[in-house]
């Protein structure tokens, strides 16, 4: 009889072991193929192992190499990579036909070509926006140019109306002055009217012309102001930053809608 002692440290070195090593069960859609494991033919009490195996393939921590072969079908390749000691890891093979392997090799190459076709369509639209905005850009900086040179134009004209108010509000007082000094030499009102008249007319054109020049030159002011501020197109928009998403490139179709005068988006997302 064997010792139970024996039997006890063998089951624990069995434990030990177990844990050193890497546990995989595989799942195959095929029956009958032969599971090569690094380059060696599995074998389980002194048969070859085949598919459907309900067993564990024992393997070294680190990178592993299986090939499932099976006559009529197309050699199946798992990677097994980076794996710690004790991982229990389960995988799902699937062997297919010559024929299987063609059809679904025109069916990736479609896929493919369809994918290439839209992403280049993309850039060609992209390519048009971006040119569009870019001559959206240019023309708001020439528009505010346009706006401080009109400003400088306004404040200018403003200032020579209130320099003509001022000349009208000096030449009014003139007037007055010689009025009040051919008052106080006796010079009858008949004689003074024409002098008067004259007064009243050049301050009513001075407050008059004085009003406008200021308003003319605040207005200048303003427009100046908003000619100096930033133009209201941006370099980055929110259709910039759908372009360059994962959500964009996975999910969600968006393109440029240009029209003579407008610019929309299209957005299309499966569901």
Excluded: H
């Excluded at 494991?37 to 067993?55: A, D, F």
């Excluded at 798992?78 to 000691?85: F, G, Q, V, W």
């Amino acid at each position: 009889k064997i010792n139970p002692a024996y039997i006890t440290e063998s089951k624990k070195q069995i434990e030990t072991l177990k844990k050193s090593l890497v546990a995989l069960t595989v799942k195959t859609n095929v029956p009958g193929a032969e599971i090569v494991v690094n380059g060696e033919v599995l074998r389980s009490g002194g048969k070859t192992v085949k598919t459907p195996y309900e067993g564990i393939i024992w393997l070294k921590p680190g990178f592993s190499a299986l090939v499932f072969t099976k006559k009529g079908y197309v050699n199946k390749e798992l990677l097994i990579d980076k794996a710690k000691s004790g991982a229990v890891i389960t995988k799902q093979v699937k062997l297919l036909t010559p024929k299987q392997m063609i059809e679904k090799s025109k069916i990736y190459m479609a896929s493919q070509k369809a994918k290439q076709e839209q992403e280049q369509q993309r850039l060609i639209l992209f390519r048009k926006y971006q040119l569009q905005r870019s001559e959206m850009e240019y023309k708001a900086k020439i528009r505010k140019k346009s706006m401080r040179f009109f400003g400088y134009a306004t404040i200018g004209g403003g200032v020579a109306l209130l320099a003509v108010g001022g000349l009208l509000g000096w030449s009014s007082q003139s007037t007055a002055d010689r009025m009040e000094e051919r008052a106080k030499s006796g010079v009858d009102w008949t004689s003074i009217k024409a002098d008067y008249d004259r007064f009243e007319r050049q301050r009513n054109i001075c407050f008059f012309v004085t009003g406008i020049g200021t308003t003319v030159l605040l207005g200048g002011l303003l427009i100046t102001y908003f000619g100096f501020l930033e133009p209201t197109v941006k370099t980055k928009t929110p259709f910039d930053y759908l372009f360059s998403s994962s959500l964009f490139k996975r999910k969600v179709r968006v393109s440029p809608i240009l029209g003579t005068n407008s610019l929309g988006l299209n957005l299309e997302m499966p569901f």
